[in-house]
Structure formats: C-alpha cells, structure tokens
C-alpha cells in the first residue's frame, strides 16, 4: 500500500477494461486519479464511485483525446482538482482489425487519430504540470507492436509508432526526471471480449490454449504492471516496455 501515496494520476480511457483497472489500483496505492473518459460517463463515475467508496480521491472528466481543446479542458481540469501531474497513462486506445486490401482512409485516420495522435496531445499537453520532482508517462503499446498481426496492419503500425514516441521521449525529458515507458499487453481479458459473448470465449480459449503460463491475461496483469512503472520502484527505467502475455509471442 501507499506506493503513490501524494501522487496525481491522469488515465486516459479510463472508464472500462485497462484504464478502469489501472485507476483503481493506483488509487488503492494512495494515488489521487483523474478517470478520463469519452462517452462512457455512467461507466467512469461507476470507477469514481467505487475508488471514493474505498477512501481514495478521484474525478471523473470527459475529454476525446483527439480534440486539442478537449485535452486542454482535461489537463485544466485535473490541475484545478489537484495542483499538478505525477503519471499520466495514454491509454484511451481503438481497435479494428482489417487486412491490408480492406484499408480505408476512415480506418487508417480513426486508429491512428485516437492512438498516435490522442497520446502526442495529453503528452504534450500535461508536460508543463509536472514538477522539479519529475515522474511517470506510460504509453499502451501491444503485443502486435514487436509480433505485428496479419489482421491488422494498421493497429500494428499505431503500435510500432507508439514504441518510438516512448523512446524518442524518454530521450528528451530524462533530463526533467519524466520518464516514459510502454506497456505490451497480448490478449486480455476485458469487456471488450466478453462483449463478443460465445466468439470472445472461443478465442479466449485458444490464446490460453496456446499460452506457456496456461491462463488468461487479465485486466489486474495490466494494472500492476503499471503500478510498476508509476512508482519510484521503476526509477531507472524509461524508454523500455514490460511484455505482458503469458510468455505467448
């Protein structure tokens, strides 16, 4: 416990899946949270709720991250509630999966809008609210990052291109004590999956199939995975990536 204590937490896509998960653990670990959230407002105050009902400290704030405005009406928000910025998680991400002969420009810009371009705002955007004591951006990557997917070459790319803005700065804010780092999640289990009812189970039973750990992936794998990189246990890491996929490549 406590190992954020006084810290400020943003999560972006914070409502349901990763996010939801990452926000509540990083609350129960003393963090104040910021629970971004697109649409999905009944199910990010359901995250507020259950975060405050446990004695943490967290609001919940619309914001689409592919809007500058909406970023900066996010980032305002989050320091009006809490004074500054210690981790900020990019996780507010999209998902479709389309071979390269059924590449449209809607599906090209609507991946690479909400995953490239989302995580280049709230980063950009919540850099001067960090303070002399620095602290933590994590950037969610994927599996299909280092191992990319013939489905979907598209998402891959967003992926690769996430690996390289984490590098690229970690490089430039070392020097301010930011450190930038990437999760690599290979399937998980989230509401996502369990939303594609009797085809999500089949699929989930081929992955664990297939899996050295023999288990499914879960959303908590994320969450303490982030939790690493958050706290000052993970100090001396930025621009690297923590693979979480059961030993599955």
């Not at 599906?107 to 609210?129: C, R, Y």
């Not at 951006?137 to 390289?164: C, F, H, Q, R």
Request: proline share 2%; aromatic share 6%; hydrophobic share 40%.
């Amino acid at each position: 416990m406590n190992r954020l204590s006084g810290k400020i937490a943003l999560v972006t896509g914070a409502s349901k899946g990763f996010g939801a998960a990452i926000g509540r653990r990083f609350a129960e670990e003393g963090a104040s949270v910021v629970v971004n959230y697109t649409s999905s407002g009944k199910h990010a105050e359901a995250v507020v709720s259950d975060i405050v009902s446990r004695g943490g400290r967290a609001i919940a704030v619309q914001g689409d991250v592919t809007k500058r405005s909406d970023v900066e009406r996010l980032i305002q928000a989050a320091i009006e509630a809490y004074g500054h910025l210690d981790v900020v998680v990019n996780n507010a991400g999209v998902y479709e999966w389309r071979p390269l002969e059924k590449i449209t420009e809607e599906h090209f810009h609507k991946l690479f809008d909400v995953n490239v371009l989302g995580t280049i705002l709230v980063s950009q955007a919540a850099m001067p609210h960090f303070t002399e004591s620095g602290g933590s951006v994590i950037n969610m990557s994927s599996i299909v990052s280092l191992y990319p997917s013939e489905a979907g070459p598209v998402y891959s790319a967003t992926k690769g291109a996430i690996d390289a803005l984490t590098q690229s700065n970690a490089k430039t804010y070392a020097a301010r004590k930011i450190r930038f780092n990437t999760l690599h999640p290979g399937f998980i289990v989230t509401d996502g999956v369990d939303a594609m009812g009797e085809l999500g189970v089949v699929i989930s039973e081929r992955v664990k199939a297939a899996t050295p750990l023999q288990r499914q992936g879960r959303v908590e794998d994320v969450a303490n995975a982030a939790l690493f990189l958050a706290s000052d246990e993970s100090s001396f890491t930025t621009g690297e990536g923590i693979v979480l996929s059961g030993g599955l490549h």
